[in-house]
């Protein structure tokens, strides 16, 4: 049981060192190989998938020289790949460490399933210890932080995984065990989109709670991390019922992706909740039944020969290309612009059906973990998150009603700067030297596996010390924001036509309360333009919401519009009686940020406030400048 013991320990750690590979490697993707938007959603589709592709290879390359070299090579590659992204300087270097550290990691997982019969329990613990663990660094993983703290439980995490990679096994290795690992790609998937994600957990009790995507108090915003991890392990561990009680799992898992794919943000914490158990379900239910009744070591050791190990090896290679499918599938849509509801859905009734034919084994197998323990432990792990993390605690510029108000549009491009390294401070920084009243933001994501399941909008706003409003755009979780100093009331938003564009567009409006009786309407939004068109529809269709809401109020509309002054679409506005705020910096170049030639982000405002001092800040924390402008309110 010790040796058993050993191996789940060594394989949920290169599950969690894997995993922290993956929140590097797939936004490099759309930031460094690539860009969303312009470069071709195919060729970095492609780019993507070949290199789960290519690890299909991996059993035969360990049928020629045998699965301890490979295991132990690919272990160590991936163990340096990991320390090494901590200290990357960002572009392609990062880029293709974390590409070396996927594909060992990937080449790590086939030599592991070659000597491994029930990988059940290490991956149910990497997979809830990654989560909480998540959720206690609030999102903001190990790897961009850089810090002696970052480095020390690095190091901590690599020399554990490589010392119990390098003990020698000696355990019997049954025939079984390929189900369960076919089902380690698609429950990898499931699991950062939806059951274990902090960030989508908090997102979707800011809704659940609130009503609406505004910050939340972390004993509110991850109350439910704790409880999915619970969700999914306890079961996960857990001897699966027979007979008509195995359809539980399965039929809860279905549930909670559908809830998932109707992309209501009031859906997704039972979406969450009810994925979580029937992940764990169908975890357990995939252990097939290697084992049977009367049999010795020696027996098992026969048929647990090349052939098993082969077949294991070839499931799990499957099974991570599955996921790198459905990863691509779904999140590709937002450029291509094809329906990806069903993409979760999907993968849900693969891992259902793969659980439902499996057959249960004659006798009980053997844990080398304790359900309840090891549960409450994980869980005791999670709940530190919610009772750890700070509120956020409110900055201010200035005392009493103010004569002026700096604004700041900023897209952030989901946090990352231009080198590819996931920039919280940079970001923080560049708008703090505005000295800001109000900061809208376009590209915000709050928990897409794609980006590395973070919560930017809060990560950002606790940096600044100002509280946020979010309205989702293109799902519940990828959107637009305005935060401010002064507090907000009467949030609306309008979901914008699409006309052909790919990714959603909307309009977020809120109202900012300076003093008694007075009050400014401030519009955020992120127009998405069609192809070889510009955002003329989106456009008219914000400048009369925006106007219709403020009431005679002064208004701010400010974003990320994608038009240029002089085009249709920026003519919207002007024909709306709005001024251009900017008007007196012009050109005022925002994109690309290394070398911006396009005038693209602006800020609009009603007649009665006299904008000055506009300005564009140099800066690589996005691939955009932030536009900032001071505005003269109205005399009172």
Do not use: K
């Not at 300076?514 to 939004?525: C, E, F, I, Q």
């Amino acid at each position: 049981m010790r040796h058993r013991l050993l191996t789940t320990g060594s394989l949920a750690l290169g599950v969690l060192l894997l995993i922290d590979v993956l929140r590097v490697w797939l936004p490099g993707i759309i930031t460094i190989f690539g860009q969303a938007a312009s470069t071709p959603a195919e060729l970095m589709g492609a780019f993507a998938l070949g290199w789960f592709v290519l690890a299909l290879a991996a059993p035969a390359l360990i049928r020629w020289v045998g699965a301890r070299p490979v295991t132990i090579v690919a272990a160590v590659l991936l163990a340096a790949a990991r320390l090494a992204l901590t200290a990357a300087p960002g572009g392609r270097p990062q880029l293709w460490l974390a590409t070396a550290g996927l594909f060992a990691g990937l080449v790590w997982l086939v030599g592991t399933a070659a000597g491994t019969d029930q990988p059940v329990p290490g991956l149910a613990l990497g997979l809830t210890v990654n989560a909480a663990g998540h959720a206690l660094l609030d999102t903001y993983d190990l790897v961009w932080r850089g810090d002696a703290t970052a480095w020390l439980v690095s190091a901590v995490a690599v020399t554990l995984f490589l010392l119990a990679v390098a003990l020698p096994p000696s355990v019997p290795v049954g025939p079984g065990g390929a189900r369960a690992w076919l089902l380690a790609g698609p429950v990898l998937l499931l699991a950062g989109m939806v059951a274990l994600s902090p960030a989508l957990a908090r997102t979707g009790a800011s809704y659940l709670f609130a009503g609406n995507g505004v910050a939340l108090d972390p004993l509110f915003g991850l109350a439910p991390v704790p409880v999915a991890v619970a969700g999914f392990l306890l079961p996960a561990l857990t001897r699966p019922p027979r007979r008509i009680g195995r359809v539980l799992g399965p039929a809860t898992l279905l549930v909670g992706a559908v809830l998932f794919a109707l992309d209501r943000g009031d859906l997704l914490v039972p979406a969450i909740l009810l994925t979580a158990v029937g992940l764990g379900a169908c975890l357990a239910l995939s252990q097939d039944a290697g084992r049977t009744e009367g049999a010795g070591e020696a027996d098992i050791v026969e048929a647990g020969g090349v052939g098993w190990a082969r077949r294991r090896g070839y499931a799990v290679a499957a099974g991570m290309v599955v996921f790198a499918l459905g990863a691509v599938g779904y999140y590709s849509a937002y450029d291509l612009g094809y329906p990806n509801a069903a993409v979760p859905v999907v993968v849900a009734a693969l891992v259902a059906a793969v659980a439902l034919a499996t057959r249960p084994a004659d006798i009980p197998l053997p844990t080398p973990l304790p359900p309840l323990r090891t549960t409450a432990a994980v869980t005791a792990l999670a709940l530190l998150a919610p009772l750890s993390l700070d509120e956020l605690h409110v900055s201010s510029n200035r005392d009493g009603p103010p004569e002026q108000l700096t604004v700041v549009a900023y897209n952030i491009r989901m946090g990352f700067g231009l080198d590819g390294r996931f920039d919280l401070d940079g970001l923080a920084d560049t708008v703090q030297r505005q000295t800001p009243d109000v900061v809208l933001l376009s590209e915000v994501d709050r928990g897409w596996l794609l980006n590395g399941g973070h919560d930017t909008l809060d990560l950002l706003a606790d940096r600044l010390g100002m509280p946020y409003v979010f309205g989702p755009a293109a799902d519940p979780v990828w959107g637009d924001a305005v935060l401010s100093r002064w507090p907000m009331t009467d949030l609306r938003t309008l979901p914008l036509p699409a006309v052909g564009a790919p990714t959603g567009a909307q309009a977020l409006a809120v109202t900012l309360n300076l003093s008694d009786g007075v009050r400014t309407a401030v519009v955020s939004t992120h127009l998405q333009p069609p192809p070889d068109q510009g955002p003329v529809v989106q456009a008219r269709a914000v400048a009369d919401f925006a106007i219709g809401y403020a009431a005679g109020r002064p208004l701010v509309v400010a974003g990320d519009l994608n038009t240029e002054p002089g085009d249709e679409a920026f003519e919207q506005f002007t024909r709306a009686g709005l001024v251009d705020a900017l008007a007196a910096g012009r050109p005022l170049t925002t994109s690309p940020a290394d070398d911006p030639r396009q005038q693209i982000d602006h800020v609009f405002v009603s007649p009665g406030l006299v904008p000055g001092s506009p300005v564009a800040p140099r800066g690589t924390a996005s691939d955009h400048l932030p536009v900032a402008v001071t505005l003269t309110l109205p005399p009172r």
